[in-house]
């Protein structure tokens, strides 16, 4: 078993910064990428970020510019740094991780961007 543990979820105002960080622990043997996602009320879930282990990165063009991935594959975590909130980034945030055989998904972390 493979367990998520997401931290760093928050109320920031517009314009504000916030940081996530996602921490894999458990029956790891190889990962073949980890990711972001996020679910507003009364969307699909949607992919945010996202980093091979080969550290080949793919965003969302919503977020293009303004939101960076990282990954520690050392510690097994994967950090989202998010700059330049706005209002329609307000969801609950998802840690991804897939091992090529098997996915995982945190339990999810609220953002929420509000004046």
């Known amino acids: 078993q493979v367990q998520l543990v997401e931290s760093g979820g928050g109320l920031v105002q517009p314009g504000g910064s916030l940081g996530l960080s996602c921490a894999a622990s458990?029956?790891?043997?190889?990962?073949?990428?980890m990711g972001w996602y996020r679910q507003a009320p009364g969307k699909q879930r949607e992919l945010v970020a996202r980093?091979?282990?080969?550290?080949?990165?793919n965003y969302a063009d919503s977020v293009k510019g303004r939101f960076t991935i990282s990954r520690d594959n050392a510690k097994n975590t994967m950090y989202l740094q998010m700059n330049s909130l706005k209002p329609e980034d307000t969801a609950v945030y998802y840690c991804?991780?897939?091992?090529?055989?098997?996915?995982?998904w945190g339990q999810g972390t609220q953002v929420t961007v509000s004046s």
């Open positions: 991804h991780v897939d091992l090529y055989v098997r996915e995982y």
């Open positions: 980093i091979r282990s080969g550290g080949i990165t």
């Open positions: 458990g029956s790891i043997f190889a990962i073949n990428a």
